[in-house]
Antibody
Framework: QVQLVESGGGLVKPGGSLRLSCAAS????????MTWIRQAPGKGLEWVSF????????YYADSMKGRFTISRDNAKNSLYLQMNSLRAEDTAVYYC??????????WGQGTLVTVSS | QSVLTQPPSASGTPGQRVTISCSRS????????VNWYQQLPGTAPRLLIY???QRPSGVPDRFSGSKSGTSASLAISGLQSEDEADYYC???????????FGGGTKLTVL
């Protein structure tokens, strides 16, 4: 069965950086598009970034452009999100998820990022 | 302010049928496809309805989706206490090249 396990979250100071990872198993990772979604505490879902299977197409939400970088390593069945210049408003649980067509399908359990001094 | 508008809350008693609406505020939500997600307390969202009205395997047929014009709806019949959760609609936005989510509806089973 599809399993997605995020890691790398934690407490970081404003202006700092963090790299999130998502380990995938139970499916052929290299065949799937992937995405990151986040959820601030007590708030709704917000899409963050998208990457296709070969890393040739990448999209970001406007508020993340220039600060976040999505990448993947198909040999390691892993998805990444490099987050720089972090702000308090980036505090959220970050989920990785598989994409089928334009459907966000399977979600990981999430990793919490807290940006605070 | 979300491109997709949902009521913030909904409620019903066990056995009742409840519906949650999702309406879009601009026309370039691609392909007219709306997906619904259920988020139980303290857990990750899971896909509940895709392509407006399709259920993934394992989702009970008490859950159904529909779409008409610029609005979509999620219906839950035979409401059960375990249906108490947050429900989100989502759609691909051609102008953003990304997904937009509704603000979420908190369903309370009275």
């Amino acid at each position: 069965q599809v399993q997605l396990v995020e890691s790398g979250g934690g407490l970081v100071k404003p202006g700092g950086s963090l790299r999130l990872s998502c380990a995938a198993s139970g499916f052929t990772f290299s065949d799937y598009y992937m995405t990151w979604i986040r959820q601030a505490p007590g708030k709704g879902l917000e899409w963050v970034s998208f990457i296709n299977s070969r890393s040739t197409t990448i999209y970001y939400a406007d508020s993340m452009k220039g600060r976040f970088t999505i990448s993947r390593d198909n040999a390691k069945n892993s998805l990444y999100l490099q987050m720089n210049s972090l702000r308090a408003e980036d505090t959220a649980v970050y989920y990785c998820a598989t994409v089928r067509g334009i459907i966000i399908e399977y979600w990981g359990q999430g990793t919490l990022v807290t940006v605070s001094s | 302010q979300s491109v997709l508008t949902q009521p913030p809350s909904a409620s019903g008693t066990p056995g009742q049928r409840v519906t949650i609406s999702c309406s879009r505020s601009r026309p370039n939500i691609g392909s007219n496809i709306v997906n619904w997600y259920q988020q139980l307390p303290g857990t990750a969202p899971r896909l509940l309805i895709y392509s407006n009205n399709q259920r993934p395997s394992g989702v009970p047929d008490r859950f159904s989706g529909s779409k008409s014009g610029t609005s979509a709806s999620l219906a839950i019949s035979g409401l059960q206490s375990e249906d108490e959760a947050d429900y989100y609609c989502a759609a691909w936005d051609d102008s953003l090249n990304g997904w937009v989510f509704g603000g979420g509806t908190k369903l309370t089973v009275l």
